[in-house]
């Protein structure tokens, strides 16, 4: 039996594949270490999507590969999108590293990390198209909520997006699979169900029938004891009809709250980054789905500096999302990425995209503070995440907040609260953008 670590960076995709490999090593007979030093192997879970997520698997290697040189861990074994991306280059450039594993071979980590403490080289890539083989999770979330990854790859092909080439064409999982996991986790006390892909709302296309499943899925898993809330992520908007529209607004355990990646709402940009859809599109998506879904919470990411994003573009955004006023907005400068039929294009330099990114992020602080001010005086649902010492209170989220995404509610209590409880909070203000209140009823 040897001591195996796990790095996970990235995305939720990527920590739900790092938690089924670390599954796999401890079916095999090893002990998954809680953290990593003293570890005979250290597997670092990549993300390779833009520059600053490959910057920061490179920091982690160069880390765990100084803790190797003083003995203080032995084999390095990198996966994820980083080593799919960089095959050839990763063990030549990062000699500290001792072994690769693709994105199509993450099943295959036990065979690697057995081959790396034989001494043998490892550099195993599968088939990225190969269906999803089932096993089980540890999770690494706190217990009362996790992920749920109902799907894997993408046929999308943004312009600007390498992810198709990381991870391959779209692949349901059975609904059966699905359902099977989902009461794992219920029954293992989460209370919090996040249902991710890449696409969640194609869910279900490129099955037998080759129909949209997300809407019978999401009444199945609303069927299971246990869960209180059910939060969906990344709903493209194209595929958002009527019938989903019908089951999220009915279903008690639906969050309102909804995650829709845009990019950009410029007609000229989206068709250049094979997007469907145009700003005409957006504005009417929106509008219905405030309509038929009372006090919904709209997520999205938006892109600066895009090819042919000029001035009148770029204010253009602006203009909508001061109209749209959408709740929750993340804006990330443009990273062309070789490979991509972006890169080629042209496009504003890097400084222009970054200070473009600035200021989106202004103008949703706004947004922000009218929102957050609203709910002073309401009493509000809160799920308890945990205890902060340094700050004295318990901290909790709303419906309107997704764990490590967006803000928190400060809670003052003189009474012991339990992670993972619901309580009731009565707003009452702010701490640097975040909500506090005090504690009306501590069960709900």
């Not at 979330?141 to 993408?154: R, S, V």
């Not at 309102?256 to 007609?267: G, T, V, W």
């Not at 400068?333 to 039929?341: L, N, V, Y």
């Given at each position: 039996?040897?001591k195996?670590?796990?790095i996970s960076l990235?995305?939720a ?16 007979g090893h002990?998954?270490?809680g953290?990593?030093?003293?570890c005979d192997v250290?597997v ?9 997520a490959?910057?920061?698997?490179i920091?982690?290697?160069l880390?765990?590969a ?7 861990v ?6 994820g999108?980083?080593?799919q ?7 030549e450039e990062?000699?500290?590293v001792d072994?690769?594993?693709g994105?199509?071979?993450y ?10 403490l034989?001494g ?20 690494t979330?706190p217990?009362h909520?996790?992920f749920?990854?109902?799907a894997?790859?993408?046929?999308n092909?943004?312009?600007y997006?390498?992810?198709?080439y ?8 059975t ?7 989902a ?8 209370k919090?169900l996040i249902?991710?892909?890449?696409d969640t709302s ?7 029938g ?14 299971i ?17 009527d ?9 008690e ?10 990019q950009?709402?410029n007609s ?11 700003g005409a ?6 509008a219905?789905?405030r309509r038929q ?5 709209l997520?999205t990411s ?6 042919g994003?000029g001035?009148?573009?770029f204010?253009e955004?602006c ?5 749209q006023?959408l709740?929750r907005v ?15 294009m ?8 970054q200070a473009r990114a ?8 706004r ?6 001010e ?7 649902d809160v799920l308890?995440?945990?205890?902060d ?11 309107a ?21 619901f ?7 702010l ?13 709900v």
């Amino acid at each position: 039996m040897a001591k195996i670590g796990f790095i996970s960076l990235g995305c939720a995709k990527n920590q739900v594949d790092c938690e089924r490999m670390m599954y796999r090593v401890q079916e095999a007979g090893h002990e998954v270490s809680g953290g990593i030093e003293g570890c005979d192997v250290v597997v670092i879970n990549t993300c390779g999507f833009i520059d600053s997520a490959k910057s920061e698997a490179i920091d982690h290697i160069l880390m765990t590969a100084q803790l190797k040189e003083a003995g203080l861990v032995g084999k390095i074994l990198v996966t994820g999108c980083l080593s799919q991306r960089y095959q050839a280059q990763i063990m030549e450039e990062l000699p500290e590293v001792d072994g690769v594993l693709g994105t199509g071979s993450y099943a295959e980590v036990v065979g690697a990390i057995d081959a790396l403490l034989e001494g043998q080289s490892v550099d195993l890539f599968g088939d990225i198209d190969a269906p999803e083989q089932e096993t089980g999770r540890i999770l690494t979330t706190p217990e009362h909520y996790a992920f749920l990854k109902i799907a894997e790859g993408c046929d999308n092909r943004c312009a600007y997006c390498v992810i198709p080439y990381l991870r391959g064409k779209f692949r349901s999982r059975t609904m059966d699979d699905v359902l099977y996991e989902a009461r794992l986790l219920a029954a293992g006390g989460v209370k919090e169900l996040i249902v991710v892909a890449q696409d969640t709302s194609r869910y279900g296309t490129d099955l037998p029938g080759h129909r949209r499943l997300l809407p019978e899925l999401l009444r199945e898993l609303c069927q299971i004891d246990g869960f209180r809330w059910i939060r969906l992520h990344y709903l493209y908007p194209d595929e958002i009809d009527d019938e989903l529209i019908e089951v999220i607004a009915s279903e008690e355990k639906i969050v309102k709250y909804l995650d829709i990646p845009i990019q950009h709402c410029n007609s000229k940009i989206l068709g250049l980054m094979n997007r469907r859809g145009d700003g005409a599109f957006l504005r009417e998506l929106f509008a219905k789905l405030r309509r038929q879904i009372p006090g919904l919470v709209l997520r999205t990411s938006v892109i600066t500096g895009l090819p042919g994003e000029g001035e009148a573009e770029f204010g253009e955004l602006c203009e909508f999302l001061k109209e749209q006023k959408l709740e929750r907005v993340g804006a990330f400068p443009f990273s062309p990425e070789e490979g991509t039929p972006a890169a080629e294009m042209e496009h504003p330099d890097a400084e222009t995209a970054q200070a473009r990114a600035m200021m989106i992020e202004q103008i949703q602080s706004r947004i922000m503070d009218e929102y957050n001010e609203a709910m002073i005086g309401q009493c509000l649902d809160v799920l308890v995440d945990g205890f902060d010492p340094e700050f004295g209170q318990y901290f909790g989220r709303t419906y309107a907040d997704s764990p490590d995404i967006d803000g928190r509610v400060w809670i003052a209590s003189d009474e012991d609260l339990s992670e993972g409880s619901f309580v009731q909070v009565c707003i009452d203000g702010l701490v640097e953008g975040d909500l506090s209140g005090y504690l009306v009823e501590e069960e709900v």
